[in-house]
């Protein structure tokens, strides 16, 4: 079945507002961004969500899914759809699919009742090729959506994680556009090396929407939601939907 809807949301632990404490309503813009476009995912008649953020490399994780903000100074667990012999499946997410499991939770149960879930890793060296190939193979058996996690560049003033490139801002406006246009090939077109030297983690789970898009077929929308360097990494929101 094909692909209908995806939505795009970053990762930063501090979207979690236990992680944030006194400073959580800085990102109340970005929480409201992201739920909403979860919540449009959610609604657009998909039976399955598959959850793909960047990893040490690619591979498929067995359900369900638990995992645990810990390492982030908050001992709050995420929980992700239930095996049927109560098996533990993935007990440790790396932190695309970490932040993607309490977004998709936060929702409604009436809205994520009888959803399937999956959850997928890509390497985040992996080529543009291999990123598009991946996208292409990925697949449900019903119509299904793809929440992709990924920040932007980390490198958008002296005070971000990768300190100052004046290259950041251009590279973050080239995936606004993409995402507001639903242009995979512009998500294509990122250059591998560049991403990594902008530390933009976002790079590989992008480009595999791309190439699912493109495998999908048909006409997409998109609707860029946020887009933002609150901290001086690139965070971006959008959904993409079939016209």
């Known amino acids: 079945m094909p692909l209908v809807a995806a939505a795009v949301c970053p990762h930063p632990p501090l979207l979690v507002p236990e992680i944030a404490g006194a400073a959580a309503s800085e990102l109340d813009d970005l929480r409201t961004a992201c739920d909403t476009a979860v919540a449009r995912l959610l609604d657009s008649g998909a039976r399955t969500v598959l959850v793909i953020g960047a990893g040490d490399r690619s591979a498929d994780l067995d359900l369900p899914f638990r995992g645990s903000f810990a390492p982030w100074g908050v001992p709050l667990e995420v929980h992700l759809g239930n095996h049927p012999d109560g098996l533990v499946g993935t007990d440790r997410l790396p932190l695309g699919l970490l932040v993607g499991a309490w977004l998709l939770d936060r929702q409604p149960t009436a809205r994520t009742r009888g959803m399937g879930w999956r959850m997928t890793t890509v390497g ?71 991403s990594a030297q902008l530390k933009a983690a976002g790079r590989a789970p992008w480009q595999v929407l791309a190439g699912a898009a493109r495998a999908a077929g048909g006409q997409w929308r998109g609707e860029l939601r946020y887009h933002a360097a609150p901290y001086g990494v690139g965070y971006l929101v959008a959904n993409w939907e079939r016209s």
Do not use: F, I, N
Not at 145 to 160: F, I, N, P, Y
């Open 124 to 194: 985040v060296d992996e080529s543009v090729e291999t990123c598009a190939d991946l996208g292409a193979r990925l697949g449900s058996t019903q119509p299904w959506a793809l929440l992709v996690m990924g920040d932007g560049s980390a490198c958008r003033g002296e005070k971000a994680p990768g300190y100052a490139d004046p290259r950041a801002e251009a590279y973050d406006e080239t995936v606004a556009r993409a995402l507001a246009d639903a242009d995979g090939d512009a998500l294509l077109g990122l250059d591998a090396d560049l």
